[in-house]
């Protein structure tokens, strides 16, 4: 079956230092990887994604590259601040009418 | 982007109300899509649609229904409410791209 892994513990790092997020998944063979926050209580907001014949893609202190060998993901925030402490899931879609699967996310605390 | 409101942010029902969480999007997308969110399960498609009157099944749908009857509304209905379904109920719209747009979701509790 379809499996999405997101480090499932906490990631705390120091401001200013990079944070670096990573999606794995199994039995899977996405057209898109996509990015979300959630911060507590509040509905996922998108953030980017990358289809599967792009390498990486850039916005503003976020980075995402998408290795479909590998099938994994990683999701870099640079820069990181405080106001970036929030739950990133992962998610992938295969196009069309296909549903959107979710990994549970990963916890990012930045320390000041 | 698609804006997309739930009608109720916080819900207390008791086991066995039939319950209605309603939702609707301000762009002309097709699809739409109900999931829930629990502690240590992630989120977990309910139902989806993506035409009006058209609805399929995604993960968990038991003890769920759907309505479809506008293009902008997609309401989620609890027949029987139970205690295993307290959770964060989030309704989505879907962009160009594939991309979800998510309201802010429905916190029900029921006793």
């Known amino acids: 079956s379809q499996k999405i892994e997101q480090n499932s513990e906490a990631l705390n790092i120091q401001e200013g230092k990079t944070a670096t997020l990573t999606c794995n998944y199994t039995?899977?063979?996405?057209?898109?990887l996509q990015w979300y926050r959630q911060d507590p209580g509040r509905g996922p907001v998108f953030l980017l994604l990358?289809?599967?014949?792009?390498k990486e893609k850039r916005k503003e202190r976020l980075k995402v590259t998408f290795d479909t060998t590998l099938k994994q993901s990683l999701f870099h925030i640079t820069a990181s601040q405080p106001a970036d402490s929030a739950t990133y899931l992962c998610?992938?879609?295969?196009?069309?009418?296909?549903?959107?699967?979710f990994g549970i996310g990963t916890k990012l605390q930045v320390i000041p | 982007d698609v804006k997309v409101t739930q009608s109720s942010r916080y819900l207390v029902k008791r086991t066995g109300e039939k319950v209605f969480l309603e939702c609707v999007q301000d762009?002309?997308?097709?699809?739409m899509f109900w999931y829930r969110q629990d502690p240590g399960l992630g989120l977990r498609l309910i139902y989806f649609?993506?035409?009006?009157?058209?609805?399929e099944k995604g993960d968990i749908p038991e003890g769920y229904s759907v309505s479809r009857e506008k293009k902008e509304r997609f309401s989620l209905i609890l027949e029987s409410a139970s205690t295993n379904q307290t959770s964060m109920y989030l309704c989505?719209?879907?962009?160009?791209?594939?991309?979800?747009?998510f309201g802010e979701g429905s916190r029900l509790t029921v006793l």
């Open positions: 998610a992938l879609y295969s196009g069309g009418y296909q549903k959107v699967t």
């Open positions: 039995n899977y063979s996405p057209a898109y």
């Open positions: 990358i289809r599967e014949n792009e």
């Open positions: 762009m002309d997308h097709e699809n």
């Open positions: 649609s993506y035409d009006v009157k058209m609805k």
């Open positions: 989505a719209g879907r962009g160009g791209a594939g991309e979800l747009f």
